[in-house]
């Protein structure tokens, strides 16, 4: 059959080299290119033909697919760094014979990607006539060139990747279970960044959320498990479909070999163990089969299944089971095709088995309802691993996970936490009601984590930590949900849970650059610390995590806190030059500067105090005036007592945004100290009538600080407490709050700061 197509090659830069440089992470490279290519591929209307070596084939009915996939892929590719790709595209005649395509087309196309560049994408100029008028597309003519093997010189263009966002196109061949989601909307509303410094604790609270689904575990060792797997039991009762158990069984060994952190054992030597109990036949005799392979093997975990013939259904059902002590690590539903096209069911199990296996070795899979396929775990651990730096890139695979399969959760739960992150509540409402539909088939470990993520998202701190430690009692140890139950503990004011539950831990597990985990885990603990007046081992956690993450100055600013509050000026001032010398991850100099300002003051070191809260000024003046940078320096202002400034400030950016909640109370605090009783009054009463989902106390907490302000304590303590019954987080700011400082003798007030377990 003859026909007009796009046709896409790529190839991987450098393999051949880096095959013979280390065999096994080239493959792994293989697997994962082609993985993620054909989920482009199914975005955008394309064809995979075949693979050549290192290199794809694949066609589109249009330029326009092929270049936005290529442009995806791209994207993908070189955010992810770890491999570079050469693609080149062509439209004209093609040749579709036997499943394979042919013709000058093809031929051009082909010799337009070998004289690409690293990370880049070339087209010919029939390409570029259809995509020209693109007003999203930057595209560069490169030059006329002569080909080989192609008698009349072809005008080639380069497309600019680096300057593209992803192009968001849905998937137009979901799985039967896929759902497609509909997220719904809301206004955003801005939330001063200031106040996420003020304490790592608080940006925590919208910065990690709960993440046991989130991260993949760090490991203290290499995981060495070994897998088998089983040749799959024939129960057709057609003797002569004998070779499809063996295909599967390889194909799947294959798979994992090629995925899987851990040791497979080879089909070679399956077939050499089988042979002396083969025929695997039926009943007890096959599982004495499954006995056999599984002690010569030395097997720690098998994959072992049947297969059955109704008609022309062939169907296939598999499990995997933990060797050791025979339980199951989970079942697959039963994969169903057409017997005359036996390699697309084996295929499809093969990637159930390898997906289900894959987050097996990253969590754990008995603990959730339906383990993923191959696919989407690689869409859903994708956008895992852009959490931190990139997380709109990280909700769109997160989205594409769900969409491909909307009855493995852990995309849910971590979309929601991501919106909860971008402070669109409404959204993350959404989703978990997408859960809810869904709630009598989770698990009863996701049961707890759904009931953790509404209490969460409801501001009920306390019944978010029980449902936690419910998820515990059936994961006993699991180093997540621990990390969880002690960061849940620091905002309920109960730092010595957080310690205890910490020090049950192998504190070294969470030291791996491959997460954020561990710097996480620092920032909570030494919070802890600090509530508990345990200042000395304060500074020796902060310390040895900038020995694990020397790039993150919010760990400065933790060793910053413990100093202040046994009086080292001088070692703060050290720290704070060596900070000027640091390229920062998280957090900049001026973040350390406010936290010695701060702390200082609540300690009792009011003129060091004030010195610093000069320099944070002077710090953020010399910045670009971003709304970030405005923020911080009115901020500035406020701890040095520059009231004036600070109003001026605060003034200009509740005008800009007039429904910030922190700004009018920021104006509402200055009025107070000003002696403007009206006025402070007048804005306690603003205060007092918002009325909108997801306050969690910030408008109560601010009423607290102006009637401490006005000399109202009584009133001020009321104000507090409620603002803690509605959703707000105790965290390292109420001890040094410096419209709280009228409270500090205030005994409701100092029974209120001492830790509560």
């Not at 691993?385 to 739960?413: K, T, V, W």
Request: aromatic share 10%; charged share 25%.
């Amino acid at each position: 059959m003859r026909k007009l197509a796009a046709i896409m090659f790529t190839d991987i830069v450098g393999y051949s080299a880096l095959m013979s440089k280390d065999e096994s992470v080239a493959l792994q490279i293989l697997v994962k290119n082609r993985v993620l290519q054909k989920l482009a591929l199914s975005r955008f209307n394309g064809e995979f033909i075949k693979e050549i070596g290192d290199g794809t084939l694949s066609i589109f009915q249009s330029s326009w697919d092929a270049v936005s996939c290529a442009i995806d892929i791209q994207n993908i590719v070189n955010r992810e760094s770890f491999f570079q790709l050469r693609i080149g595209i062509h439209i004209g005649d093609i040749v579709i014979s036997d499943n394979d395509v042919f013709g000058d087309g093809v031929n051009i196309a082909s010799r337009i990607e070998a004289g690409g560049k690293a990370g880049g994408i070339y087209v010919s100029e029939r390409v570029y006539e259809d995509i020209k008028n693109k007003h999203n597309i930057k595209v560069e003519f490169v030059g006329e060139k002569t080909l080989k093997n192609i008698d009349h010189p072809v005008k080639i263009y380069s497309i600019d990747t680096g300057a593209q966002e992803l192009i968001k196109k849905p998937v137009t061949r979901p799985s039967e279970q896929a759902k497609p989601i509909k997220i719904e909307g809301e206004k955003k509303i801005r939330i001063p960044k200031v106040l996420l410094l003020l304490g790592i604790g608080v940006i925590l609270l919208t910065t990690v959320g709960l993440l046991v689904f989130l991260l993949p575990k760090p490991k203290s060792k290499p995981i060495q498990q070994r897998i088998v797997v089983a040749i799959f039991e024939n129960r057709t009762g057609d003797a002569s479909l004998d070779d499809l158990g063996k295909m599967a069984a390889d194909w799947i060994t294959q798979g994992l070999s090629q995925s899987v952190d851990a040791n497979v054992v080879p089909t070679t030597t399956v077939l050499q163990i089988s042979a002396s109990v083969s025929p695997p036949a039926s009943g007890k005799q096959h599982n004495n089969y499954l006995s056999h392979l599984a002690e010569g093997a030395k097997a720690d975990i098998m994959v072992s299944g049947s297969y059955y013939l109704q008609k022309e259904t062939l169907q296939f059902q598999a499990e995997v089971k933990n060797v050791k002590d025979g339980s199951l690590i989970y079942s697959l539903p039963a994969v169903t095709g057409s017997l005359q096209k036996p390699m697309e069911i084996i295929e499809k199990l093969s990637s159930e088995i390898i997906g289900g296996l894959e987050y097996h070795f990253r969590s754990n899979v008995r603990f959730i309802s339906k383990p993923p396929n191959k696919d989407v775990y690689s869409e859903y651990i994708t956008g895992m691993g852009l959490y931190s730096q990139d997380i709109e890139g990280a909700i769109q695979h997160l989205i594409r996970a769900i969409n491909m399969d909307s009855l493995f959760c852990p995309p849910q739960f971590e979309l929601a936490y991501a919106y909860i992150n971008l402070g669109e509540y409404t959204r993350a409402d959404s989703i978990l009601q997408i859960i809810n539909r869904i709630r009598e088939r989770l698990s009863p470990f996701e049961s707890h984590y759904f009931d953790s993520q509404i209490a969460y998202l409801n501001g009920n701190w306390a019944e978010c930590l029980r449902h936690l430690r419910l998820a515990e009692n059936i994961s006993p140890g699991d180093w997540e949900i621990n990390y969880e139950i002690g960061f849940l503990a620091v905002n309920l004011n109960k730092p010595g849970i957080t310690v205890e539950t910490y020090a049950k831990l192998d504190i070294s597990y969470s030291y791996q650059s491959t997460t954020d985990l561990g710097v996480w885990r620092i920032g909570v603990l030494t919070m802890a610390l600090h509530l508990l007046g345990n200042y000395q081992q304060e500074l020796v956690e902060a310390r040895k995590g900038q020995q694990y993450y020397p790039d993150w100055l919010l760990l400065y600013a933790d060793e910053v806190r413990a100093l202040a509050a046994i009086g080292q000026v001088e070692e703060i001032k050290k720290v704070i030059d060596k900070c000027h010398t640091i390229s920062s991850r998280s957090g900049n100099v001026g973040d350390v500067i406010i936290e010695a300002a701060l702390e200082l003051r609540a300690h009792g070191y009011a003129q060091a105090a004030h010195e610093y809260a000069g320099k944070a000024v002077e710090w953020y003046r010399n910045r670009t005036a971003s709304v970030d940078v405005r923020e911080y320096l009115a901020f500035g202002f406020y701890i040095s007592e520059n009231w004036e400034e600070a109003q001026t400030e605060y003034e200009q950016l509740a005008a800009e945004y007039p429904e910030n909640i922190d700004y009018l109370g920021y104006l509402g605090a200055l009025a107070a100290r000003k002696g403007e009783r009206e006025k402070a009054m007048n804005i306690t009463e603003k205060l007092k009538r918002i009325d909108r989902p997801y306050l969690f106390g910030q408008h109560t907490c601010w009423r607290a600080r102006i009637a401490a302000q006005l000399g109202e304590l009584a009133q001020a303590m009321e104000l507090l407490q409620e603002s803690f019954a509605q959703g707000k987080a105790f965290d390292i700011n109420i001890h040094r709050d410096i419209d709280f400082e009228p409270l500090q003798d205030y005994q409701p007030f100092r029974e209120l700061l001492k830790p509560k377990e």
